[in-house]
């Protein structure tokens, strides 16, 4: 059986839905699916054994250079890419209007949420099998029931498997290190910088070597700060995903604030401790084995406000503590 899955971004949402391609691997022998995505996030698909083709789209430069897209052809192309392989099944797991209108270049039947269960309402329309999926759960979870109602299979007991190789991404690992998983997006999902630095010197104190990525030069300069003066305590170089995640499954453990590479060393089943101001963990928060969400409690939190600081509450003492006893329970 071969399967177009539609899910295009962002990084924590891809990553949600590789539990769902373990589910129905195992459930349907054989079965192997196709994925659209968006190109910055071509790498992880790959990953997953049951993808065969990974077919990277680019919507978010596409909207703006319509023009320069239609006349250098590569919106041609895309969709003839469409049209080459004959599939049983198109899933839109994105339940957008974007990921909808991208099936109707597919000859095939198309699957998705019901108007009551997309997010935007609107998708259902493009779809010829409309699934019911309740919204007051993780958005993993809420995955793993549409394939399975789409595919025709029992939903599997227990906790999802993402079917990624830790051990083979990772690699050869000479010391054991923590990372630090400092850059977001939203200015209010930053924890302070002074946070991050008295964790730095305390988990340094304690003996651990310290890693940390970044994406950007204010991400860089940041990173150097916190490390700065710090015995083992490193800036790593720039990174592309793969890369990115090499080192994160390499890391004995993680702390990371609200950002899609938290996603990552979830699935990665790297122990982590996420730290969530503005937004809540509840529907998409980092989901899997070994996964320590702290929340702050000050003015704002949860309140979903992209500007308003509300890390008050939320102290490197508590996040030393939680590290400390995941990192002693990991090694029992």
């Known amino acids: 059986m071969r399967v177009l899955l539609i899910k295009t971004s962002s990084l924590g949402d891809v990553v949600h839905t590789l539990a769902a391609l373990t589910d129905a691997a195992r459930a349907i022998p054989g079965i ?29 430069r596409w909207r703006k250079h319509l023009w320069q897209t239609f006349k250098n052809g590569e919106w041609k192309r895309f969709k003839q890419r469409l049209g080459e392989t004959r599939y049983d099944l198109v899933i839109d797991a994105q339940g957008l209007l974007k990921s909808a209108w991208l099936t109707r270049f597919v000859a095939a039947p198309v699957a998705g ?34 394939f399975a109602q789409a595919l025709g299979y029992a939903l599997p007991a227990g906790i999802g498997d993402y079917g990624l190789n830790r051990a083979r991404m990772a690699g050869a690992v000479e010391q054991p290190y923590l990372l630090f998983l400092h850059g977001t997006t939203w200015p209010s999902k930053h924890w302070p910088e002074a946070c ?65 590479l938290g996603h990552l060393a979830a699935a990665l ?64």
């Not at 309402?121 to 793993?144: G, K, M, N, W």
């Not at 030393?320 to 990192?327: D, G, M, R």
């Open 113 to 146: 949420l019901d108007s009551d269960s997309a997010r935007e309402p609107i998708a259902s329309r493009f779809y010829d099998r409309r699934y019911a999926v309740p919204r007051e759960q993780h958005a993993l979870e809420r995955t793993r029931q549409l």
């Open 32 to 60: 192997q699916f196709d994925w659209v995505v968006e190109e910055g996030f071509a790498e992880i698909p790959a990953w997953h054994p049951a993808v065969a083709q990974v077919i990277p789209v680019a919507i978010r």
């Open 196 to 260: 991050w630095r008295e964790l730095a010197e305390r988990m340094s104190e304690l003996g651990w070597a310290l890693r940390l990525p970044w994406g950007n030069e204010v991400e860089k300069a940041r990173a150097e700060r916190i490390v700065a003066g710090l015995d083992n305590a490193a800036l790593l170089p720039r990174l592309n995903l793969a890369g990115v995640a090499k080192v994160i499954a390499g890391a004995r453990a993680c702390v990371a604030v609200d950002t899609g």
């Open 269 to 332: 089943d790297v122990p982590t401790i996420s730290l969530y101001g503005p937004t809540l963990p509840g529907r998409v928060g980092a989901y899997g084995r070994s996964q320590v969400h702290l929340c702050a409690t000050g003015p704002g939190a949860g309140a979903g406000d992209r500007h308003q600081p509300c890390f008050e509450t939320l102290l490197p003492q508590q996040v030393v503590s939680e590290l400390q006893a995941l990192l002693a329970e990991k090694a029992v």
